[in-house]
């Protein structure tokens, strides 16, 4: 599919935007332009083009504002050594975007399509890149029923997005690692429903026990699973990785209420890639916590596209708090974290072809 290219009337000025990619913080500074694909039933995909970034106008029926019929993506575009531009991974968002698709009753994007959306943007958008060390330009894919209509059935519109933020770190700097609280009152996911998609719902409902961990003091929620209120499940955001001092590891388990990550996807071929046994399985919070006072577990990290690899120092709850290892970051997830982001920025050898040069 070919792409038109609508020029833009009024970009930001290049004065402006290199003071705002100098400390761009994270998700509060928007790039020039964005990607919009429409859906019909009867056409499919169609009129793809690179536009300026401005707002959308929606008819009050749209159907995403009764339905929630809503699905995202997250992933990166990395500045290498050379100057060249690259994006990691990105025919897994692709997939993953598709699977969300199904459960929500939307069309499927195809997956080529899909990456050279977010390479229109990036290459389009390159002088918005961030000065800040570590910085990189992130991409935020999305779709949404935009069909105008009242009743219960999936829409037959649809619009496809990519907009595009320069980012530096996630977590403010400085902070050795980050302090989780337990969420006693409310779940992320039930089985069956919609905890394996990446939809706007679930980060909705995320909202009040986050802001609760925040009130308490902490910088995440960890959510246990919705039957037995026993079973360590992710936080608000990423996925979770137990580090113990034999060396194993392990992470909780897909089985539909669990994002599957791409950079959880990630470490876990790089954790093979050391020789380490890593297990997915299910981990309750007592053995939490019993393994981290008695030693037995070492390091916690947790992980994410916008996190990269974050090492947990302190857990709590309104029942108990522990440590983990020294509160600090291990060293395997110290480790793991500049393998990874080595090999999304070119600077170490990529065995698995996991960087797609733009």
Known sequence: MDFAHLPHPAPVPGETRAEAIADPGFGSVFTDHMVVIDFHADRGWHDARVTPREALT???????????QEIFEGLKAYRHPDGSLAL???????????????????????EDLFVEACRQLVIKDRDWFPTVEGGSLYLRPFMFASEAFLGVRPAREYKFLVIASPVGNYFKSGVPAVSIWVSQDYVR???????????GGNYAASLVPQAEAISKGHDQVVFLDAVERRWIEELGGMNLFFVFADGSVITPPLGGTI??????????QLLRDEGLTIREERYAIDQWRSDAE???LIETMACGTAAVVTPVGKVASPDFEFSIGSGGPGQLTQRLRERLVGIQRGTVPDPHGWVMPL
């Open 294 to 296: 008695s030693g037995r």
């Open 58 to 68: 929606l008819d009050p029926a749209c159907a995403v504002l009764h339905y929630a």
């Open 259 to 268: 994002l599957p990550g791409v950079t959880r996807d990630s470490l876990i």
């Open 88 to 110: 990691f991974r990105p025919l897994v968002n692709a997939a993953r975007l598709n699977r969300s698709a199904d459960r929500l009753a939307m069309p499927n994007l195809p």
């Open 189 to 199: 996911a039930a089985p069956g429903g919609t905890g394996a998609a990446k939809t």
